[in-house]
């Protein structure tokens, strides 16, 4: 199996260009549910192994030279120059953490040589990005650039914007010109005229992707730089072993407090409520035991009035009791009269 696969892997510079391209459309696509998945990642893989199979090709082959001019390149040649930026394309699709940072670093120097190439020919005028510094500090003056005024800045926010919003419009009118040119060469029955159109609109659209990827990979590179940094300093940074626990504390205004609501609570209970109330009830000190044993003999007078009060007392709550039931009984007479006799009865006074 694994040699019926090799041989049917495409060997012709055309065939490496047109199956690498095809698999980054269908990547593109969405066809997959996620660019995550392992199915989409296999012709991610595949894609790039195609692909720097035909960039070593075109660089062996020399089909392009800082000495010639863009007509002078052969109609069925130009798209080779899309070589880099396809593989560049299909380098960021990758999925690794771990490898983001050289993914990113690989996939933006093959949009450079791509954009040199595309700048050497003319084949559409543009600037090419500035280099990053190859020193250490490159991260930091990515990250915090050099401070400019506030007109400055705002002149070139100004700038960028409006380079933006320019190549946007000019991808849409290329897209909207190579779809109506996709039909004839997919047809195989396209001119020369138009197949070399065709070629050159996507070129130039590929301009236009490879200087928003680089754009969005330089930002993407200071973040990825910085949190390597981050990472690199905390392992440094030797393991301190672990502080042993706090104990607890009250803030107290004074030393006395301190005594009362300090964490050892010194002012512990000596004895329980059962010890405490058998103490006092041996000394005769309860309230159900009046007063100590000693003061008993001049307390007995004290004690005989209190018994003729409540004897008093209990007197004066029979003797309302029962004038409370005669009130009642005269009530209940009254109304019992006042049924049998109707109002004016015996009033014969005035009846003529």
Not at 45 to 52: D, K, P, V
Not at 190 to 219: H, N, P
Not at 269 to 286: C, F, I, N, P, S
Request: include cysteine.
């Amino acid at each position: 199996m694994a040699a019926s696969a090799a041989t049917e892997e495409p060997e012709r510079l055309s065939e490496l260009l047109e199956t690498g391209w095809r698999l980054l459309e269908e990547v593109e696509s969405g066809a997959e549910p996620s660019s995550g998945a392992p199915a989409v990642q296999r012709k991610v893989q595949r894609g790039i192994a195609l692909l720097e199979r035909a960039a070593r090709a075109v660089t062996e082959l020399q089909l392009f030279s800082r000495n010639e001019e863009l007509e002078e390149i052969p109609s069925v040649d130009l798209r080779f120059m899309l070589v880099p930026a396809l593989l560049a394309a299909l380098i960021l699709k990758q999925v690794n953490p771990n490898k983001r940072l050289e993914h990113v670093e690989r996939a933006r120097a093959c949009f450079m040589d791509f954009l040199r190439v595309c700048k050497d020919y003319e084949v559409v005028p543009f600037e090419l990005p500035r280099e990053p510094e190859d020193s250490e500090s490159a991260g930091t003056s990515w990250s915090s650039p050099a401070p400019a005024s506030d007109q400055t800045a705002l002149l070139t926010m100004a700038s960028n914007r409006k380079a933006k919003i320019e190549r946007y419009k000019q991808k849409k009118e290329l897209e909207n010109q190579l779809a109506s040119l996709k039909a004839f060469i997919d047809s195989g029955q396209a001119a020369e005229e138009q197949i070399r159109e065709f070629y050159l609109l996507q070129i130039k659209k590929w301009v236009s992707t490879s200087l928003e990827e680089i754009e969005s990979i330089d930002q993407e590179r200071a973040i990825l730089s910085r949190r390597d940094a981050l990472k690199q300093g905390s392992a440094r940074q030797p393991c301190q072993p672990p502080r042993p626990p706090m104990k607890p504390f009250i803030l107290t205004r004074d030393a006395a407090q301190a005594k009362v609501f300090g964490a050892g609570y010194p002012s512990l209970a000596t004895m329980t409520v059962d010890d405490w109330y058998e103490q006092h009830r041996k000394h005769g000190a309860l309230p159900d035991q009046g007063i100590s044993s000693k003061g008993s003999g001049r307390c007995t007078g004290g004690v005989e009035e209190h018994q003729k009060d409540q004897e008093e007392k209990k007197n004066m709550e029979e003797e309302e009791e029962e004038e409370r039931d005669e009130a009642v009984q005269k009530a209940r007479e009254w109304d019992e009269w006042k049924d049998t006799h109707p109002r004016g009865y015996g009033n014969r006074k005035n009846m003529g």
